[in-house]
């Protein structure tokens, strides 16, 4: 079987994964593009492939919008990369294989089923929301390539920030569809252990949003009702907040318990205990699983929530059944301390 033709095209900022509009932040400063004008581009749905229509994703790429009858009938393998212009850095986002560029009647249909499935008019808020003041989606929306989302598993989980020196991406035009040779040079970032309550940014990492994650005020409070707790008992070297993983992933507190292993602890705040486990497993079981084997000793849920005998053999159950150390602390407000572990 013929192999498509590599290719390398690079996308409009986003900072949702490329499934609706972010906003204008990080879009293009070029007083003539069509973003910086309307504070989106049609690839912000690019992956948003709940939307199916007879096994394929229908989307958009400005490349193929410039040569599109160049390329009519073609199907590329093509790799995604995108400029957050507010900081010039480069992210890799991933490959899309098979991709099939589709004729004018064909893209006419798509934007006439969208609009009648309600798709739209979705679209149409979403832009909306995210960009106060903006123009209404055109109805007419341009559709030029087509492909199944089994196509899409070369997609990362999380861009990945490009080496500043990187030579594959010869070009960085919106317009050009390049031809690929070899995958970028990723900027990997170092782990490094920072002791003390260390503020989120970092000047050896970067990460992809672009952006501060919110904390509330409570959350705030806990963390560092937390923090001292945890020095008094581990000593304030072998303590550190918003510690960096190498993937760019933050963890609330990591903790040196020797010189070969840490635990992780992950705050939350809601005020029913049983959710709190279930946001933090997740972020737990990511941080100690994702990016490499890790050595983890104790992944911990903190919140100011009494468990009761539900949730306490819940976590009883985990630890037996998938050999998973998850362990919980309740935040005691009152008396400003962590109570021991369950």
Wanted: glycine share 4%; aromatic share 12%; hydrophobic share 30%.
């Amino acid at each position: 079987m013929k192999s498509n033709p590599k290719k390398i095209s690079r996308i409009c900022w986003n900072t949702e994964k490329w499934v609706k509009p972010s906003g204008r932040e990080g879009k293009s400063s070029n007083k003539k593009s069509y973003e910086y004008e309307t504070g989106y581009g049609h690839e912000e749905w690019l992956l948003d492939i709940e939307k199916i229509i007879d096994g394929y994703h229908y989307a958009f790429l400005q490349p193929i919008n410039r040569n599109w009858r160049k390329y009519l009938g073609e199907r590329f393998d093509i790799s995604l990369y995108s400029i957050n212009d507010k900081t010039r850095q480069k992210w890799w986002v991933g490959e899309i294989i098979n991709v099939e560029i589709i004729d004018f009647e064909l893209s006419r249909k798509i934007a006439k089923k969208y609009r009648e499935l309600g798709w739209a008019k979705e679209m149409n808020n979403q832009v909306l929301n995210a960009i106060p003041g903006a123009k209404a989606l055109n109805p007419e929306f341009n559709f030029n390539i087509r492909f199944k989302i089994e196509d899409t598993a070369g997609i990362l989980s999380e861009p990945q920030l490009i080496s500043d020196d990187d030579k594959a991406i010869t070009a960085y035009y919106y317009s050009t569809l390049l031809n690929k040779k070899t995958n970028p040079s990723i900027k990997i970032n170092s782990e490094i252990f920072i002791p003390g309550h260390n503020p989120q940014s970092s000047k050896y990492n970067a990460l992809y949003s672009g952006g501060e994650k919110t904390i509330d005020k409570f959350h705030t409070k806990v963390h560092d009702l937390s923090y001292n707790q945890l020095v008094k008992e581990f000593g304030e070297n072998n303590v550190s907040t918003e510690h960096k993983l190498s993937y760019g992933a933050s963890v609330d507190i990591a903790v040196k318990e020797n010189d070969r292993q840490l635990s992780f602890y992950e705050i939350k705040t809601n005020q029913i205990a049983r959710i709190c486990i279930r946001e933090a497993i997740a972020q737990l079981l990511e941080y100690n699983y994702y990016a490499e084997p890790r050595n983890i000793k104790k992944l911990t849920i903190i919140s100011q929530n009494k468990l009761q005998h539900k949730e306490q053999e819940y976590l009883k159950r985990i630890r037996d059944k998938y050999n998973i150390p998850i362990f919980y602390r309740r935040a005691d407000m009152s008396k400003s301390v962590l109570d021991k572990e369950e």
